[in-house]
C-alpha cells in the first residue's frame, strides 16, 4: 500500500533531484571555484567570488536591480489591487474577468516584450503620434530607458499580483463588511480599516511572486533596457557565456537564490502551503 | 470615487491587451512603417516562407510535445502522492522551482550537463531542452492537478475499495475520471509555457536544436520587423487559444 | 429617548426580489425598552426585515422610522441600529478590545476608555479584551458582538438568530443572560428567529411571520393562547384538529371512561404511548383515521396500544378560526 504511493512520487522526485536540486548543487559548488585559463573550472576553492560582488561595479548591479524589482511590485500592486478589488465584487461574472487578466500573461512572454519594443522605439506608435500631433519635435528616447525596463517588468508581472490579491479579497466574509458599516465606518474606512488588513496574506504572496522574478529577470532588461539597464539576470547570463567565468556567475545565481529563498520564508510560507 | 474604478478598471484591460492588440493590427500593414498603407498579408507569407522560422518552429512543436507528454505525467502522479500523503519536502522544492527565477535554471542545467557530458556521446540537443522543459513544467501540472484533486471527495476511492476495487483500480476507475479535465488543462499549460520559453532554453540548446523564441529573439535584438509583428499575433493567438481552453477545462 | 411613541416604527413595508416578493406591507411598532421577536419559519421574511431595518438593502415601498424620524434613505453607518449578526461577524484581525472600540474610534469619542470597561463589564468579558476572536469560546464571541454593538449605544439592537449558532446546552443560560441583559440596558431588542420556545421565553413582544407577511402581533400567551389564524396556531405549538376546531395537546384529555354528558368528546384508539419524562404522550387513532396528540400527566398511569379511550376537551379550550382562504 505504502510502496504504491510511494511510487507516484518516485518520478517527481527523479525530475526534481536530478534537474533542479543536483543542478542547484552543482552551481553552488561551482561558486567556490576559480575560473581556469581558457574559461573552465579550476581548483583553488576560495571566496573571492562572493567577495567580489561587494565591488562598486557589481554593487551598482545589484543595487539597480533591487530597486528594480522594487519599484515594478509598487506598482504591480497598486494597479492591481483595484481591479482584484473590483472582480471580487462582479458577481456571476468574475471568473470571466480574471481569465481575461490571466490569459495574456500566458501568451509569451517575448511576445508581449517585443510589443513595448514596436511601441517604444522611436519609429514606434507613441512617438509617431506625438509628432503628428505636433507635441514634440524629435523622437523621444522611450525604449532602452529604466522606465521601459519598469514598463516592461510591470506588464509581465502584473497578472501575477492580481490573482493572490484577488484570492485574498474573495475569502473575506461579506458580513465584516456589513458589520463594520453597521458600527458606523464610511466605506473608505471600511476599506483601509477591514479590507486591507484582511488582504494582507495576499498581498504579500503577491508581492513575493512578483519581486523574486523581477529580481532575477532577464528578457526584459535586454530587450527593453538594450544592454544599458543590466540586471542580475544579465550579469548572470554574460558570465556563463561570453566572459566564461562559471565560478562568478555561479556565485550570482546562488547569492540571487539565497534572496529569493530568504524573501519566501519571511513572507510566502503560507502562500507556499496554499499553493501545494 | 466608487465611479472612478469602473473606469479605471477599463482602462487596467485596456493597459493589458492593448500592446497585442496593436501588434496584431500592424502586423497586416503593408508598410513597414508605423504609417497605414493598406491591408496586407505579405509579412505572413514572409514568416511562413522564411527556413529559419519553420525549423525553430518544428523543434519548439516537438519539445513541447514531449515534454508536455512526460510532465503531465510525472506531475499527475505527484499531484495525487501530495494529495494522499503529503510531503512538504517534494512540496517545497517544487514550490522553489516555481520562484527560482529562469537564468538561474537555466545556468545550473547548463552546468549540470557540461559535468555530465564527460561521459562520452553526450552533448546538448533536443533531448537537453526537452528534460529541461519537464523540469520547469512540472510544478505548474502539480499546482493545476492538486487544485483539482482538493475538489474531490476522498471518500468517493474509499467506497470504491469498500466495494473491492484495489488501490490502483480506484484511482483509474473513480479518481482520474474526474480527474481528466484537470490534467487536460495543465497539459495545455504545460505546453504553452515550453513553447514559450526563451531564458532556458537558449542555455541548454545546441547549435542545431533552435527553437521559435529564440529566433524570434534574435530578431527582436536587431530591432523591430514587421515579420516579427506577423508571427508575434500568430503566436499569441494560438497560445491564447490554448490556455482558453485550459481556463475552460478548469472550470468544469 | 425624546418621545414616548415607538421607538422603531416599520410601515406597510413591502420588498420585492426578482421573481418573488419577500416582505408584502410588514407594520409594526416596537416600544422602548422592549424584547421584541420575529417568528416565523424559514423564508417568511423576517430577516429581510432587519436588514431592511439596518439598511443594507432598501425597501421597495413602505418606511422605516427610528425615534419618529424617517430613515429610509439613510446608509447603514447613518443609522443608530446595530446589528448582532447570526455568526457574530467578528474581526478577526483585531481583538475583543479592538472590535468594541472599533465604532467608538469612527466617533472621535471622549472617555472611551471608560465606556468600553463599562460594557465588557456588562457582558462580562472583562479580561478578555486582549484576545483574538479566534480563541475565545462560541458563547463568549456572542457577548463579544453584544459589546461592539452595545457600546455605541444604538436605539434598537438587531439580533439575528442569536442562539441558533450556540450549543444546545448552552441555549437555556444565554437566554436567560440575553433577557437579564436587555433588562439592564434598557434598549430595544429586536431578535428574529424561527425557535417558538425561544420567542415565547425571551421576548415581551412577538410578531409571528409568514410568507412576507405578520400573521399576528402581541405578547406571548395573548399568541400562545389566543391565535388569531390556524397558521398562527400551528407555528407556536401543536395542535390537533378535531371537529374543525383546534386543540391544544395539553388541553386534550383522554381517558377510559366516557366523559360527562354534554362534553365535547371523541373515541379513539391508542396507537403508541411515549414516556417524555415529564409527561406521557398518548397518540391515538380516530374512527377517521385521524392521528392525535394527548398529553397527559404519568401519574394517570399509562395507556397500551389498541385500547379504546374517550378523547374530551372544554369548549373554552378551543381555537376557533374563520373559514380561512
Partial sequence: MKRLRRAFLAPAWAVIGALFLGPLALVGLY??????????????????NYTRLLDPLYGAILVRSFLMAGAATAVCLLLAFPVALWIARAGPRRNLYLQLVIIPFWTSFLVRTYAWMFLLRDTGLFNTALQALGLIDEPLPLLYTPGAVLLGLVYGFLPFMVLPVYAALERIDRNLLEASADLGARPWATLTRIVIPLSAPGIRAGAVLVFIPCLGAYLTPDLLGGGKQIMIGNLIQNQFTTARDWPFGSAVSLALMLAAMALLVLFARRGAKELL | MRRLLPLYVVAFYLFLHLPIAILAVFSFNHSRFTVWEGFSLRWYRAAFEDPQLAEGALNSLIIAVAATAMATAVGTLAAYGLWKRGSPLLAGSLYLSLVTPEIVMGVSLLAFYQWLFRFPGLRLG????????????????????????????????????DLGATEWGAFR?????????????????????????????SMVAGVDSETLPMVIYAMARRGA???????????????GALVLVSERLRAR | MSNVGPVLELRNLTKDYPGHRALDGVSLEAPPGAFYALLGPSGCGKTTTLRLIAGFEPPTAGDIFLDGERINDRRPYERNVSTVFQNYALFPHLTVRGNVEYGLRRRGFDGLERRVREVLELVQLTGKDSRYPSEISGGERQRAALARSLVLAPDVLLLDEPLSALDP?????????????????GITFLFVTHDQEEALSLSDRVAVMHRGRIEQIGAPEDVYLRPRTRFVASFLGAVNWLDGAGIRPEATRISRTAPAAGTRSLPAT?????????????????????????????????????ESVHLWWRAADELLFPAEG
Avoid at chain 1, 31 to 48: I, K, N
Avoid at chain 2, 173 to 194: E, R
Avoid at chain 3, 270 to 286: I, T
Fill in chain 1, 31 to 48: 561558486s567556490f571555484l576559480t575560473r581556469g585559463a581558457y574559461g573552465g573550472l579550476g581548483q583553488p576553492w576560495t571566496l573571492e
Fill in chain 2, 126 to 161: 533536443l533531448h537537453t531542452v526537452i528534460l529541461a522543459h519537464v523540469t520547469f513544467s512540472l510544478a505548474y501540472v502539480v499546482v493545476v492537478v492538486l487544485a483539482r484533486l482538493r475538489t474531490l471527495d476522498p471518500a468517493l476511492e474509499e467506497a470504491a475499495m
Fill in chain 2, 173 to 201: 476507475t473513480v479518481t482520474l475520471p474526474a480527474l481528466a479535465p484537470g490534467i487536460a488543462a495543465a497539459a495545455l499549460l504545460a505546453f504553452t509555457i515550453s513553447f514559450d520559453d526563451y531564458v532556458i532554453t
Fill in chain 2, 225 to 239: 520587423n514587421p515579420v516579427l509583428n506577423a508571427i508575434s499575433a500568430v503566436i499569441v493567438f494560438g497560445l
Fill in chain 3, 169 to 185: 446546552n448552552l441555549r437555556k443560560q444565554v437566554r436567560a443572560e440575553l433577557k437579564q441583559l436587555q433588562r439592564r440596558v
Fill in chain 3, 270 to 306: 391508542v396507537e403508541r404511548c411515549v414516556f417524555l419524562g415529564n409527561c406521557l404522550q398518548v397518540e391515538a387513532r380516530l374512527a377517521t383515521g385521524q392521528t392525535v396528540v394527548a398529553e397527559t400527566s404519568r401519574l394517570d398511569g399509562g395507556f397500551t396500544a389498541g
